[in-house]
């Protein structure tokens, strides 16, 4: 039997939501050992001029603690 934990994490990207959402994973799996998934809490831009200048997402990563 495993217990696993959930954390919150945010990632920004200029590019796109994908790109900050695969940014907060790669980001994740450096701190973070036996990630299994994600849950994509939040999504919002920030705007600068009329334009997109950053995609946010808020991350659920669910991770499974070690024995």
């Known amino acids: 039997m495993s217990v696993a934990r959930v954390t919150e994490i945010s990632a ?3 590019q796109s939501f994908e790109d900050a959402i695969r940014t907060g ?4 799996n450096q701190t ?5 998934s994600a849950w994509i809490k939040e999504q919002q831009v920030r705007v600068e001029n009329g334009s997109i200048s950053e ?6 990563v669910t991770f499974v603690l070690d024995d």
């Open 12 to 14: 920004t990207s200029s």
């Open 25 to 28: 994973i790669e980001r994740a």
């Open 32 to 36: 973070l050992r036996n990630v299994k």
């Open 55 to 60: 995609y946010q997402v808020n991350l659920l």
